[in-house]
């Protein structure tokens, strides 16, 4: 079952180590904890909710929009094991850099953390992919991400505050709510 999975994976890629070192004793309370430069490591219920709707398995290709910290990268790299690959995109270039520092101590050569394309969401030369996670919430949901999915495959997104999946399919996406969350605004490019 996928949150079983996600639980254990939660006790293996531990918060503290993708946490700035005076938020680490923080690091068992179940809240958003600021990383810096605006921006939060997520709640951990929130994560394993996130997760548990993206349904990982073994050998996906998944991309990580909004990396931030690198935690839910490290995650998602545990899920997919040596046989997946994991893309984390974050746009603030310190946070991209520490987020792979984090991710080094995992020793999981199959995930990395890249700063994004201030002028592309998502990562459109290395899709599609089987998965994408979005951990910042945007305003409506971006047709360029669900063009990144493979046919069939399933993105988790916060959409104007509601946590939202979207199952690519040969016509229009399928799309299902599912509860109210709060998160940092995801920055869509403007390339007019
Ligand atoms: C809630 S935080 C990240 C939580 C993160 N997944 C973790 O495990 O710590 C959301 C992140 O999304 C980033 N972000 C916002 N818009 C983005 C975009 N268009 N591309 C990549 N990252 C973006 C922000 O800079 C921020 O670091």
Known sequence: ???DRVREALGRIRREDFLPR???????????????????????TTVLNLLSLLEVDEGHQVLDVGSGSGWTTALLGSLVGSAGTVYGVELV???AAWGQQNLDAYDMAWASIQQ????????????????ILVSAEAGSLPTSLVDQL???GLMVI?????????????????????????????IVPDVG
């Open 22 to 44: 005076r938020q680490r004793r923080f690091a068992a309370q179940d809240r958003a904890l600021a990383i810096g430069l605006g921006q939060t490591n997520s709640q951990p």
């Open 1 to 3: 079952m996928s949150e």
């Open 116 to 131: 994004a394309d201030p002028e592309a969401l998502g990562l459109p030369d290395k899709g599609p992919f089987d998965r």
């Open 93 to 95: 270039p310190e946070l």
């Open 150 to 152: 493979e046919v069939g």
């Open 158 to 186: 916060p959409v104007a505050g509601v946590m939202t999946t979207v199952r690519r399919t040969t016509t229009e996406p399928t799309v299902v709510r599912h509860g109210l969350y709060s998160f940092v605004p995801l």
